[in-house]
């Protein structure tokens, strides 16, 4: 189907050159991390704080949101989009608010270290400590101890993969559901392997000849890219990993790395439900929040 008319009108106003300016992380985030609405006009959840989680990497600044006043929630750790390198608490109060509210979850949304200041693996290892610190704080986060999701957008949704490997194979905790919207699963883009790439490789605002120095970032230090904690996409071995929910988008790049990752969870046993939003491209929040 046709770009859906409101997500036509945000790409009609972004400005189209054939010329790419070289990525200035400090001017990206400036961009990408402002929030689109005032805080009172957001959706209202009961109770939203700020604390800071202390990692033998580092401290790491999360805010937690609490759908209601209960005895006990269920818990879902998310991980913010941003190609690893933009994205931050606020940029993203806005999607985990009625994720929060809608789901009945206790969230804690996790502002991970940016590269290039922090390359791979800062932002996995701060992925992981966090939900780690999350489940042996159960008492303190009123966490049910049974629901432990993870989720997360774009590189966000790169990191939900890498993490749930990480847990499956370290056994410190379990994750029991991952949520990857529109997830950027392989890193190496020497060549555009995925049809989606070409097909909606520019006009989309995510564009594919950029996607390389946008990860650049991230994998400093001649990272393998072929490392399934890098590019999830690549571990064969997927069996014993958390039921999966996987939301692509018709005119996004990654879509079919998405859906095949998808179909490689459901070959190894794992329960899998995939979402296609038609119409819909990277801009898929805009215009369908949660």
């Given amino acids: 189907m046709p770009v859906h008319p409101e997500i036509k009108k945000i790409l009609d106003f972004i400005p189209q050159s054939d010329s790419k300016p070289k990525i200035i992380p400090e001017e990206h985030r400036k961009m990408f991390n402002a929030p689109v609405l005032p805080v009172e006009?957001?959706?209202?959840?009961?109770?939203v704080e700020e604390r800071t989680v202390p990692t033998s990497e580092a401290d790491i600044l999360v805010r937690i949101y609490t759908p209601k006043e209960a005895d006990s929630y269920p818990l879902l750790m998310y991980f913010h989009g941003g190609a690893f390198f933009t994205g931050n608490l606020e940029s993203h109060d806005e999607v985990v608010r009625p994720i929060c509210k809608e789901s009945g979850y206790k969230v804690i949304s996790i502002d991970?270290?940016?590269?290039?200041?922090?390359p791979y693996p800062a932002a996995l290892v701060d992925c992981y400590h966090v939900t780690k610190?999350?489940?042996?704080?159960?008492?303190?986060?009123?966490w049910d101890g049974k629901n432990l999701a993870i989720a997360g957008d774009s590189s966000g949704g790169n990191l939900v993969a890498a993490v749930s490997l990480?847990?499956?194979?370290?056994?410190?905790?379990?994750i029991t559901k991952q949520v990857l919207y529109y997830p950027s699963l392989d890193l190496d883009f020497s060549e555009?392997?995925?049809?989606?790439?070409?097909?909606?490789?520019?006009?989309?605002f995510v564009e594919s000849d950029q996607l390389a120095e946008h990860n650049?970032?991230?994998l400093l230090g001649n990272v393998d890219t072929d490392h399934p904690l890098v590019s999830p996409i690549r571990e064969e071995n997927l069996e014993h990993l958390p039921a999966a929910l996987v939301i692509t988008a018709e005119y996004d790049p990654f879509r079919d790395e998405g859906e095949l990752f998808a179909e490689n969870l459901k070959k190894c046993g794992v329960q899998v439900e995939t979402k296609r939003y038609e119409g819909a491209t990277w801009l898929l929040r805009k215009v369908y929040p949660s």
Avoid at 41 to 47: E, G, L, P, T
Avoid at 133 to 142: Q, S
Wanted: proline share 4%.
């Fill in 192 to 204: 555009f392997r995925y049809p989606s790439l070409v097909e909606n490789g520019k006009g989309y």
């Fill in 133 to 142: 610190w999350a489940t042996e704080h159960k008492d303190e986060l009123k």
């Fill in 216 to 218: 650049s970032f991230y």
């Fill in 41 to 47: 006009k957001r959706v209202q959840v009961h109770a």
């Fill in 166 to 174: 990480m847990a499956r194979d370290k056994k410190e905790f379990t």
């Fill in 112 to 118: 991970y270290r940016l590269a290039p200041e922090h």
